[in-house]
């Protein structure tokens, strides 16, 4: 009975250790960014594109062309893989291959896929790129950003498609809907408001990859006219700023990432919130 007792504190105390730990880091990772970078971040900067002096001295200019051209990244990443994410997550329930080796799997790869570096994709993006006669530009930089997130979104939707509850698949067959319909009408409403996150979280993904883009998108102080043209990104700013060895542009690297983390933290509380206003539509 005591050695119980005392296993179940130990337990509890690893749980209270771990979760301040994990706390503590995501404080301190906001209050460092937040600290160094609230200063040096002004509306002038977040509106003007960078001048002729303004990596190596920071004080003219701004990352104008970093938010629009990570914006237009992710967006057309998320865009992009969203409609090939979606049927085979579809396929993966035991609906239809769901139970079978093939789907096994196809598991298997993906998960492989997801816990392959960036840079790899990067790498890949780059050989296609040059196998098609492109330089890098906006276009190249959406399609490795999707195969990037590609593997996050099927796993993820697979897992909250199978979340939906046997019964009511059970029922929608009693009433004759095939398949097809069953998955339209229940399976997807039912397991919409978790979707939505995914594509969210998957979209927040996308605009904080550096490595995946630094060979394929390129870079420039202008914004793009065209999928053909460069496009810069706000991981490569900071990566850009932060190298100078003068304290005002490591300044504006602090600045840009502030952008950067604020605006993951938008999107998650975004997905949050978005999901639980379509969590009243669900049936429980």
């Known amino acids: 009975m005591r050695r119980r007792y005392w296993c179940d504190r130990i337990a509890r105390i690893a749980m209270v250790m771990s979760v301040t730990g994990l706390i503590s880091s995501l404080g301190a990772l ?3 960014v937040l600290a160094k970078g609230w ?3 002004d509306w002038t900067m977040l509106v003007r594109l960078p001048s002729g002096s303004y990596y190596l001295t920071g004080e003219e200019g701004g990352i104008l062309n970093a938010i629009v051209g990570s914006s237009l990244l992710a967006i057309g990443a998320t865009l992009l893989a969203l409609p090939l994410a979606l049927p085979v ?3 993966l329930q035991p609906d239809y291959a769901g139970r079978t080796r093939v789907a096994g799997a196809l598991r298997i790869l993906l998960d492989s896929l997801w816990g392959v570096p960036s840079i790899v994709y990067g790498a890949c993006g780059f050989a296609l790129m040059v196998a098609l006669g492109w330089r890098a530009s906006l276009l190249a930089g959406i399609v490795t950003l999707a195969g990037v997130i590609l593997p996050l979104m099927v796993r993820a939707m697979d897992e909250v498609l199978r ?3 046997k019964p009511m698949k059970e029922a929608a067959y009693a009433l004759g809907l095939t398949r097809w319909e069953t998955m339209r009408f229940v399976v997807i409403r039912q397991a919409l408001p ?7 979280l998957a ?3 996308a605009i904080g990859d550096a490595a ?12 793009p006219r065209s999928l053909f043209d460069p496009v810069a990104s706000l991981p490569l700013a900071v990566f850009f700023l932060l190298n100078s060895p003068f304290p005002e542009v490591q300044r504006q690297a602090y600045a840009a990432a502030t952008v950067l983390l604020v605006s993951v933290l938008v999107i998650s509380g ?15």
Do not use: K
């Open 163 to 165: 979340a939906v509850p």
């Open 270 to 284: 975004s997905a949050r919130l978005l999901a639980h206003r379509l969590s009243r539509f669900v049936v429980r």
């Open 30 to 32: 906001i209050a460092v």
């Open 194 to 200: 978790a979707l939505v996150t995914v594509v969210l």
């Open 203 to 205: 979209f927040g993904r």
């Open 89 to 91: 997550a579809l396929l």
């Open 212 to 223: 995946s883009v630094l060979f394929t998108a390129g870079y420039t102080d202008n914004l």
């Open 39 to 41: 200063q040096a971040l």
